[in-house]
Nanobody
């Protein structure tokens, strides 16, 4: 089972920047569509940014111009760069991959949608 491990969260002042990383333990990362979500207690998880395995990408309206999603397939790692942060950006941020089925060592692994454990980002005013 592929695991996603996030890093880079923390406390930042309003107007500041933060970079999040998420590394997959294996699998077919380069063929996967990736995304970052965030969630505030009591609210639904919302999409922040996404990137197709082909490279096309998109952002939530609230994060356009303030976030950048990228990936390093050689390192099975995805990134989310956040800038011009606002207190309302405070949330737990989750990475997500939509992984297709793949063969490895003679074994077929079914397609899977996998979540990271979540990482807290807190923006102080």
């Amino acid at each position: 089972q592929v695991r996603l491990v996030e890093s880079g969260g923390g406390l930042v002042q309003a107007g500041g920047s933060l970079s999040l990383s998420c590394t997959a333990s294996g699998g077919a990362f380069s063929s996967s569509n990736i995304a970052w979500y965030r969630q505030v207690p009591g609210k639904e998880r919302e999409l922040v940014a996404h990137m197709h395995h082909s490279g096309s990408l998109g952002y939530a309206n609230s994060m356009k111009g303030r976030s950048s999603i990228s990936r390093d397939n050689a390192k099975n790692t995805m990134f989310l760069q956040l800038s011009k942060l606002k207190p309302e950006d405070t949330a737990v941020y989750y990475c997500n991959i939509d992984q297709p089925g793949y063969w490895s060592n003679g074994h077929f692994y079914s397609a899977a949608n996998i979540w990271g454990q979540g990482i807290q980002v807190t923006v102080s005013s």
